[in-house]
């Protein structure tokens, strides 16, 4: 089997879980806190390790204790971590997660991640590797990293979340764009939500196809996928959950899709995977620890 290779965020989730979000100006007791592994890439990278697929993470975290159980988080999960760097004078990245109904808002403090470089690559690309990267780390970073990763032969998947200005050109090195229906709409400026007919979201798809994205994925929550690639557009219908808390269903996804794609699957095929991985990890609290194992994502197909 390839590795997969995740370049990206490593954030501290600070999950505050409330009955609902207070007001503006209100004080809402009764909450209750706990402090979480998160990052985008933080996540997609344990998505694909815990689905036993030889997974490593580049970034960069602080010098500091938050940077320091991250890593030995990712090393209990099986990811490897040597490529991951230590930003003197920055702390590690910071999210506080609201959620509340099953449903979250989150404000991230970047830190360590912003100042993640291509000097910091301290790895080397091969053919059949599968690169993921996302938007949580500096733009130009995440362009030469893919820009190498294709030039030795690597496939590369980008997931814009969240989505930020980026060059046209950075869309020409992606094999799998992943987004979700907020983000396809701010990427394609285009009037759209989950529930729009397919063909809004299929068109939509192929804006990005046209700039360069060899496949383009739209997620759209409980109603699952929409895949589209040169052999055309499929809708991958979603899973059964019962939702405990979505942060990090995105990056389940991402992550599943990943260590698919290494396994030999078409992004079809792939997207299946990743809808029954994702409906797994909406069922725990948290966006880290919720991604699932190789057997429950087994049971969840079985189920389906
Ligand atoms: O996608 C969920 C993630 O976004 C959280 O883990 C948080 O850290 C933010 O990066």
Redesign the pocket.
């Known amino acids: 089997m390839s590795r997969v290779v995740v370049c990206g ?5 600070v999950v505050v879980q409330s009955a609902r979000r207070p007001a503006r100006g209100e004080t809402l007791l009764g909450a209750k806190i706990s402090l ?8 997609q990278a344990v998505a694909s390790a815990r689905l036993a697929t030889p997974t490593t993470m580049l970034g960069a975290v602080g010098e500091d204790a938050f940077g320091h159980t991250l890593r030995g988080f990712l090393a209990d999960n099986d990811v490897n971590t040597l490529g991951l760097s230590v930003v003197a004078g920055h702390a590690t ?3 506080l ?1 609201q959620v509340a109904g099953g449903d ?1 808002a ?1 404000t ?1 403090a970047s830190g360590a991640n912003s100042h993640f470089t291509k000097a910091m690559m301290r790895d080397t690309p091969h053919r059949g590797d599968v690169w993921v990267a996302q938007f ?1 780390t500096p733009i130009a970073t995440t362009q030469a990293i893919l820009a190498e990763a294709r030039a030795a032969g690597a496939r590369t998947v980008l997931n814009l ?2 989505m930020a200005p980026h060059p046209a050109s950075l869309l020409k090195l992606v094999d799998v764009a992943v987004l979700n229906e907020v983000e396809l709409a701010q990427a394609t400026k285009s009037r759209l939500t989950a529930a729009s007919p397919v063909k809004t979201i299929v068109a939509a798809c192929e804006k990005l196809r046209s700039k360069g994205a060899r496949a383009v994925i739209a997620t759209l929550g409980a109603r699952g996928a929409v895949v589209v690639t040169a052999e055309g557009a499929t809708v991958v219908a979603g899973f059964k959950a019962k939702v405990v808390d979505t ?5 389940c996804f991402v992550g599943a899709l990943a260590a698919r794609l290494a396994s030999g699957a078409t992004p079809m095929e792939a997207a299946r995977y990743a809808n029954a991985a994702a409906a797994c990890s909406v069922e725990r609290l ?3 620890p919720s991604m699932p194992t190789a057997e429950e994502v087994a049971a969840r197909l079985a189920r389906a």
């Open positions: 965020s490593l954030n501290m989730d979480l592994p998160g990052g985008k890439g933080l996540n990245g910071v999210a997660i979250n989150i991230v949580e979340a969240p942060t990090g269903a995105g990056d948290g966006a880290a």
